[in-house]
């Protein structure tokens, strides 16, 4: 099964390289030329968790903009087994508790469990949720510089 989650990614990520800006596991569901909607978001936002090339792990972007209200869905695309994890102590005041509730069985602090199956998405909302940096990582690849960072603007 290992081997066939890894020819999916490698798939993946050579069709990426063919300079077409596609999502093949969003479902169109993108937000780039989203509206901003009076009293803030609802939209969705897509990253990808990716390998690329032999050792380059990787969210796709690893940067973002959202709006409260908004949702962020991270998909298992290449590489994994991946994870996110929010860093406890640069999360604004009172945003722990918003993410806390949204990551069941947690294997360490606001890091959610391991998503092994391609296509298998982590999904944080930020709904009340307080604006400000949210930094991340993802536990397995953290020392291979698989780090985020979502700024939310009320
Ligand atoms: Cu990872």
């Known amino acids: ?90 999360i604004p005041a009172g945003a722990r508790e918003v993410l806390e509730p949204q990551i069941p069985n947690p294997i360490g602090p606001l890091s959610s469990e391991l998503v092994v199956d391609p296509g298998a998405t982590i999904t944080i909302s930020f709904v009340g949720a307080p604006g400000g940096e949210y930094r991340f990582t993802c536990t397995p690849h953290m020392a291979l510089g698989m780090n985020g960072k979502i700024t939310v603007t009320p």
């Open 1 to 90: 099964m290992k081997t066939i989650a890894v020819m999916v990614g490698l798939a993946a990520a050579v069709s990426a390289c063919g300079g077409e800006k596609r999502d093949e596991t969003a479902g169109g569901d993108t937000t780039q030329a989203m509206t901003p909607t009076p009293g803030g978001g609802g939209a969705t936002h897509n990253v990808n968790m990716v390998l690329e090339g032999a050792s380059a792990y990787r969210f796709v972007p690893a940067e973002l903009n959202v709006r409260v209200g908004d949702k962020v869905v991270f998909h298992n695309v290449s590489g994994g087994p991946h994870n996110v994890a929010f860093w406890p102590d640069s």
